[in-house]
């Protein structure tokens, strides 16, 4: 009661002092502290018996990398240059008559070694200097499913073209015509195998999933990218020993290099095209050889 003559509350009689502040962590859910897969109430003081199932947060899908243009530029150039320069060069040295696993390494080494190098040189300019994590190189154990499933669409997109092909009279000649003709022993057979199924998907994939993909999206909407760089991968295996040929031979190859293009944007990685890429190669070889 206040005091009759000053009219204020008599010392003592006001109200508490306030409680500290908590030291420990707010009230809300955590993971249990009991080990159990859930998560439990605190209150701000202790543990209550009210749990829940424990949630995992929803993954944030990854954004789609890009490169700069003049990455894409360069890996066409590099490619192209090296490709026809390797092809003169074999039709040079098969006047000394070598063995032919050694043609198969100097068309390998010539073919694709400055391609390797741009690739290197593009991710420490640039990228972040790390050359798998800039083009995609990344395998997972899904990619045992997708990787065949990216080559069944390829196939579907090559079947497709032929039939419009064969419909529209263009000309096709394949790019392995003659192989099954020759002679070969068994170190060729290895060699050839190696190139085709090992050396030739993992360059390529590199240098047109990897660099021109994603150097063209940083220009170009996702499907005029991938389209652009399918048509360049159909480009870069004209030869001009196939003359006219080479009109079916790039529509053909250039689906195949939408598919797997359409494939590496959509997983935003390259391991499910190397190993399409591989299995694409290797039947392909494996009908050439068996004749």
């Known amino acids: 009661m206040p005091d009759a003559t000053t ?6 009689s006001g109200p508490p002092s306030p409680l500290p502040p908590p ?13 159990y897969p859930l998560v439990r109430y605190f209150d701000g003081r202790q543990w209550t018996p009210h749990t829940a199932p424990a949630l995992e947060p929803a993954r944030v899908q990854e954004a789609h990398p890009i490169l700069a243009l003049q990455v894409a530029v360069g890996a066409v150039v590099v490619l192209i240059g090296s490709l026809i320069a390797s092809r003169y060069l074999l039709e040079y040295l098969v006047r000394f008559d ?3 696993a ?8 010539v073919g694709y070694g400055p391609s390797i190098g741009w690739c290197l040189y593009a991710s420490r300019r640039w990228g972040t200097g790390r050359l798998f994590a800039d083009l995609g190189v990344r395998f997972r154990w899904s990619d045992a499913g997708w990787g065949p ?8 997109c090559e079947i497709v073209v ?15 015509e003659g192989i099954g003709e020759l002679d070969l022993d068994r170190t060729y057979v290895i060699s050839l195998l190696i190139t085709a199924v090992v050396a030739a998907p993992f360059v390529e994939e590199m240098v047109f999933r990897g660099l021109m993909l994603r150097g063209l999206r ?12 399918g048509g360049l991968f159909g480009l870069a295996h004209v030869d001009p ?3 006219t040929g080479n009109a079916g031979l790039v529509l053909v190859l250039a689906a195949v290099g939408v598919a797997f293009g359409g494939a590496a944007y959509l997983l935003r990685r390259i391991g499910p095209t190397i190993i399409a890429h591989a299995i694409f190669n290797g039947i392909v070889m494996a009908v050439v050889l068996t004749r």
Do not use: C, F, K, M
């Open 23 to 35: 030291t420990g962590p707010p009230a809300g859910w955590y993971h249990d502290p009991y080990g």
């Open 7 to 12: 009219g204020r509350p008599p010392p003592g």
């Open 98 to 100: 070598w063995p032919i």
């Open 149 to 156: 499933l990216t080559w069944l669409a390829a196939l579907g």
């Open 162 to 176: 032929i039939i419009v092909i064969e419909l529209v009279d263009i000309p096709l000649v394949g790019n392995t």
């Open 102 to 109: 050694v043609y198969a390494l100097i068309g390998t080494v």
């Open 218 to 229: 940083s220009r170009l909407g996702a499907v005029a990218a991938v389209g652009v760089q």
């Open 241 to 243: 020993v196939r003359g």
